[in-house]
């Protein structure tokens, strides 16, 4: 359902609602609700992914108020939540209202599910109050949520002249250019809001997670910082503090945010467990990192579940942490786990391939190696094979892998220079000099002797002093066989 930016006057009504809602249930009275009251607090639990409990607010709402479109409409939402498209769509289908544009939003919403993006279209087009606050906003939120955050530009372009000082138009203006990569332009309209309302916690989170995507991390602290004093409860912005002091390296600080942010139920433990073993893994402290991966393991599989998407990433840390404390056997085993969650992917193939390489078992690395390429022969495969080949020295088959990459790839970021380096280490001048004017920072020697030369003598200015005489040697070399071709 289309989630908007919270605002702070109806976040207040909506909290007096809820404790009033709750207080009720404590107490086991039947108290009576208006029947849109009770679909905004299902809304609301929804929101926060509190799925069971939007049910049962939904269920006490519509014994009170049977049929009632909001609730029904809310029903309809939550099960799109929960991934129930053809209950939605059966529900959807049974409301009287066909032509109210909420039915219509809610329609839109499950044919952009279902990928029907052109029939999505033609049916939002034939809203009659396209012109009105709350449809432009419910629309731009529905293609936002959705994935096509450039079809709510034009709508929002089309209010910008009428509602350019609405505080809930300049939140979906926010959001929206976030969520096309408009990082400047984002940071502008959240700052918009921030002068509206200074103390609104979740507009300096929006801010936050802006300079985040720019990863302009002291800014991102910054505007976290006011976020929490706006609200120090706010489980995002402790978790949104988390990510930005795992990327300054600051271990310690970094556990104690997620586990803020796991307190305030902003993730689930599975995943704060895991982004705290990544955090310990990042640090080298393989034990912490271990405990942390499985506690996430447990609490994912304690059900009996297998098929959730981070298992795999889950097993292959483990793997890679065991591998470091020499646990091998073990390490294979998580691998094997792995596999067996999603066994089309290619990263247990190659983990499993680089803890061999730990081993000294090169022939069984290349053959899990050969394996993840079946799976996956794009460039991004033959690049980490080679970082990996790299990583253990073994310089011709990492030039190899990432010269496979680059007939793929002819545009890969960085590759050139790799290359250039590895034909250094390698003393193949002819392929150095290839790569290294292909790259789009060439290695400067000129400059680079001077710095070392600066800094006195050494054995490094040395070598790289006879590698530019072996390279000139080169180039006379060829010169001379040109000038006698012409002769």
Sequence with gaps: MARKNSLPGKDAELSKLIAQYEAMKAEEKSTYMDGDQLADIADRYAIEQRFQ??????????????????????????YLDTQKIQEASELT??????YASEVKILKAEILLNQGKLDAAELLLATLEDQDDLDTIIEVS????????????????????????????????CADCYFAENQFERAEFFYNKLIDLCPFHAPYWLGLAKSYFAEQNFAKTLEAVDFALAADEHFG???????????????????????EKALEYKSLSPAFAYMFIGLVYSDGNNDE????????????????????????????????????????????????????????????????????????????????QWELALTYMPDPETWHQIGTYYLEYNMLENARFCLEEALKINPEMEGIN????????????????????QLSKHPINFDTLCESLADK????????????????????????????????
């Design 53 to 78: 409990e939007a049910q049962e607010v939904i269920n006490y709402g519509l014994s009170l108020h049977p049929n009632n479109t909001d609730l029904l409409i809310e029903q309809a939402y939550l």
């Design 93 to 98: 289908d049974s409301i009287a209202e066909t």
């Design 141 to 172: 939120y529905l293609y936002i949520d959705m994935g096509y955050s450039e079809k709510a530009l034009p709508w929002l372009t089309k209010g910008l002249p009428k509602y350019s000082e609405e505080e809930d138009f300049l939140a979906a």
């Design 236 to 258: 995002e912005a402790h978790l949104m503090r988390a990510h930005c002091l795992f990327h300054l390296d600051n271990e310690a600080e970094a556990v104690a945010a997620y």
């Design 288 to 367: 912490k990192a271990i405990e942390y991966f499985s506690r996430s393991i447990s609490e994912l599989t304690k059900d009996g579940e297998t098929d959730s998407p981070i298992l795999p990433d889950l097993y292959c840390n483990q793997a890679l942490c065991l591998s470091k404390q020499g646990k091998y056997e073990e390490a294979h085993k998580f691998c094997e786990e792995a596999k067996a969650c999603f066994p089309d992917d290619c990263e247990p193939y190659l983990i499993n391939g680089r803890i061999y390489m730990a081993e000294g078992k090169d022939i069984k690395a290349k053959e």
């Design 417 to 436: 220079e790799e290359l250039a380096s590895i034909c250094i280490m390698l003393k193949d001048h002819k392929a150095f000099y290839k790569y290294n």
């Design 456 to 487: 006195g003598p050494s054995q490094l200015l040395d070598e790289l002093q006879n590698f530019l005489k072996e390279i000139k040697e080169d180039d006379s070399a060829k010169t001379g066989t040109n000038d006698q071709k012409e002769s």
